[in-house]
């Protein structure tokens, strides 16, 4: 089985369960603009504008290692919070069943 499920909540506090494929090598980021959610992602995926951040709900044990640039972009941040990352430097996996993320407030 290569889909998961994932719970996504938008800016106006609505939630989703989104089922998403793990075997097309998308990233969470690539997934939430394919499902229309408002994700800016300005740079295309390379970690250097923070427009696809997102606050992770539950889950985070799950997710890959940060990366040092993805830290140093999400220290760019005026609101960061402990569990924000990236949603270009998630690539989907079976390992991210259940994981929940609010897209994270843009000024």
């Known amino acids: 089985m290569s889909d998961i499920n994932i719970t996504v ?9 989104l089922v ?4 097309m090598g998308l990233s969470l980021m690539e ?3 394919a499902s229309e959610y408002d994700v800016l992602a ?3 995926g390379m970690a250097l504008c923070a427009t696809c951040s997102v606050d ?8 890959n290692e940060m990366s ?4 140093a972009m999400l220290d760019t941040l005026p609101d960061l919070l402990p569990n924000t990352r990236l949603a270009c430097q998630l690539q989907l996996s079976p390992a991210m069943e ?5 897209l994270h407030a843009m000024d």
């Open 56 to 63: 992770v709900l539950e889950g985070e044990e799950k997710l």
């Open 68 to 71: 040092d640039d993805e830290y």
């Open 20 to 23: 998403a494929p793990t075997d």
């Open 9 to 17: 909540e938008d800016r106006e506090g609505n939630v989703a369960e």
């Open 98 to 102: 259940g994981l929940k993320v609010r």
């Open 31 to 33: 997934f939430l603009k």
């Open 42 to 44: 300005t740079c295309g």
